[in-house]
Nanobody, 122 residues
Framework: QVQVVESGGGLVQAGGSLRLSCTAS????????QGWYRQAPGNQRDMIAG???????NYADSVKGRFTISRDSAKNTVYLQMNSLKPEDTAVYYC????????????????WGQGTQVTVSL
């Protein structure tokens, strides 16, 4: 089994910063892509940042220049540094990890965390 656990959410004033962490653990040999998504009430879950095993990153337009995704492969952990937060960033933030369960496997399996709430007040 694979577990993905997020942490670091909370309440912050507009203009402030938060850093989210996400650690994958369990039975797998490698992680390919890890990503952060968010879902506000009544909305769909949207991708906001992703990072590949080689360090390539991509961001949703809504967070470019404000959010930074990074990765510590030795710890199977991905981070999301969120700066200049806005009330519209309020959402539950989810992390996922695309893992390779066995050496030589070409199939990736995606696992999700339980989410962490980020609330940005005026």
């Amino acid at each position: 089994q694979v577990q993905v656990v997020e942490s670091g959410g909370g309440l912050v004033q507009a203009g402030g910063s938060l850093r989210l962490s996400c650690t994958a653990s369990g039975s797998f040999v490698s992680i390919d892509v890890q990503g952060w998504y968010r879902q506000a009430p009544g909305n769909q879950r949207d991708m906001i940042a992703g990072i590949t095993a080689s360090g390539g990153t991509n961001y949703a337009d809504s967070v470019k220049g404000r959010f930074t995704i990074s990765r510590d492969s030795a710890k199977n952990t991905v981070y999301l540094q969120m700066n200049s937060l806005k009330p519209e960033d309020t959402a539950v933030y989810y992390c996922n990890a695309d893992v390779r369960r066995k050496s030589g496997d070409t199939t990736l399996f995606r696992y999700w965390g339980q989410g962490t709430q980020v609330t940005v007040s005026l």
